[in-house]
T-cell receptor
């Protein structure tokens, strides 16, 4: 596709419900990233995939958060037993390169999924 | 732990003014630093990326500088326009972080008045 697509754009959940957020990266992009952005804050890194491999999940805040990218394209971020502190915008980004640490990593971001937990 | 701070948190200027946004980081061991723009309800757009070995990058009316030793970067916007109104975010990638493990500041919300 032309850009990174995220769905749903808005999700309201009752505390304790499970939610699933979807990210369609740009076709052919090897790397995919999830970020969490709370109101008035900068984005915070959650996890990183290179193709289907989850290479870094150090930012996932708890074991209620789970991400997958089984075929190396679409990714799903799942949050179990949602809590009010999970309310945030969840941003997905992708990049063409799988370059090493010294490479430039220009990311293309989606518009985000805004989660509100009541 | 790396921390990124952006000053000011908000800025309002008249159209045509030149302005500077500031970003500071606590650990100078970075691979690169990026400036992003975020419009309400939209994702982030990368504006400029400066590798750790570089001092500055320019794109159109934007110029970003990096002083790694002092842990500072500035984004200079020349001849500001109302369309420049957005939140500007600075992010660094540490040597210890994986690709995409960017550490962001809270941003500077810029408003350019016609």
């Amino acid at each position: 596709g032309a850009g990174v697509s995220q769905s749903p754009r808005y999700k309201v959940a009752k505390r304790g419900q499970d939610v699933a957020l979807r990210c369609d990266p740009i076709s052919g992009h090897v790397s995919l990233f999830w970020y969490q952005q709370a109101l008035g804050q900068g984005p915070e890194f959650l996890t990183y995939f290179q193709n289907e491999a989850q290479l870094d999940k150090s930012g996932l805040p708890s074991d209620r958060f789970f991400a997958e990218r089984p075929e190396g394209s679409v990714s799903t971020l799942k949050i179990q037993r949602t809590q009010q502190e999970d309310s945030a915008v969840y941003l997905c980004a992708s990049s063409l390169s799988a370059s090493g640490p010294s490479g430039a990593n220009v990311l293309t971001f989606g518009a985000g999924s805004r989660l509100t937990v009541l | 732990k790396q921390e990124v701070t952006q000053i000011p948190a908000a800025l309002s200027v008249p159209e045509g003014e030149n302005l500077v946004l500031n970003c500071s980081f606590t650990d100078s061991a970075i691979y690169n630093l990026q400036w992003f723009r975020q419009d309400p309800g939209k994702g982030l757009t990368s504006l400029l990326l400066i590798q750790s070995s570089q001092r500055e990058q320019t794109s159109g009316r934007l110029n970003a500088s990096l002083d790694k030793s002092s842990g500072r970067s500035t984004l200079y916007i020349a001849a500001s326009q109302p369309g420049d109104s957005a939140t500007y975010l600075c992010a660094v990638r540490d040597y210890g972080g994986s690709q995409g493990n960017l550490i962001f500041g809270k941003g500077t919300k810029l408003s350019v008045k016609p």
